[in-house]
T-cell receptor
Framework: GQSLEQPSEVTAVEGAIVQINCTYQ??????LSWYQQHDGGAPTFLSY????GLEETGRFSSFLSRSDSYGYLLLQELQMKDSASYFC???????????FGSGTRLLVRP | EAGVTQFPSHSVIEKGQTVTLRCDPI?????LYWYRRVMGKEIKFLLH????????ESGMPNNRFLAERTGGTYSTLKVQPAELEDSGVYFC?????????????FGPGTRLTVL
């Protein structure tokens, strides 16, 4: 089967840094994406890593290690509005369909 | 630019009834996807259209689910007859063809409750 593992919940303080890990087991691998979803809202794209290393976009960074089948999303200078669910997703073949993890619920406290 | 829209936002039906969900992708996006999230679990792929053609329907759970995309614009997903386990949030997403296809734009979802 194909699966992605990520923690179910993470709590952090406003202004802090938090890392959300994702490990995957898929039949193939083209890239790892991260999506953010606020309650009742649409998942929104944050980042995509196809190659090993760190990609930085403002306060958010995403890392990939293909040899370890592992990636993480790093959120810096946390703000209350970052409270949301974060999903990692793998593109496992030449199609663009995504295989998602179960999501990590991030709660940012004052 | 308008985003992906879905209708209805919520639907409550009884077991055995029929429900049709609609998705309007971003204008010009050839790729359209349907996903489903059952309570607390992962978002699961259902199928993928490229224009009006079904590219991949490997995620469709059974023949009670029928998706169409006539004319390559909006898409419908019909569930007939609905069962209790069909409850969940149904998401539609769209993306441009190739190149930028790694970023999928999601709609807000339709929350389906089957009683």
């Amino acid at each position: 089967g194909q699966s992605l593992e990520q923690p179910s919940e993470v709590t952090a303080v406003e202004g802090a840094i938090v890392q959300i890990n994702c490990t995957y087991q898929t039949s193939g691998f083209y890239g790892l994406s991260w999506y953010q979803q606020h309650d009742g809202g649409a998942p929104t794209f944050l980042s995509y890593n196809a190659l090993d290393g760190l990609e930085e976009t403002g306060r958010f960074s995403s890392f990939l290690s293909r040899s370890d089948s592992y990636g993480y999303l790093l959120l810096q200078e946390l703000q209350m509005k970052d409270s949301a669910s974060y999903f990692c997703a793998v593109r496992s073949d030449s199609s663009y369909k995504l295989i998602f993890g179960s999501g990590t619920r991030l709660l940012v406290r004052p | 630019e308008a985003g992906v829209t879905q209708f209805p936002s919520h639907s409550v039906i009884e077991k055995g009834q029929t429900v049709t969900l609609r998705c309007d992708p971003i204008s010009g996006h050839d790729n359209l996807y349907w996903y489903r999230r059952v309570m607390g679990k992962e978002i699961k792929f259902l199928l993928h259209f490229v224009k009006e053609s079904k590219q991949d329907e490997s995620g469709m759970p059974n023949n009670r689910f029928l998706a169409e995309r006539t004319g390559g614009t909006y898409s419908t997903l019909k569930v007939q007859p609905a069962e209790l386990e069909d409850s969940g949030v149904y998401f539609c997403a769209s993306s441009q063809d190739r190149g930028s296809g790694n970023e999928q734009f999601f709609g807000p979802g339709t929350r389906l409750t089957v009683l």
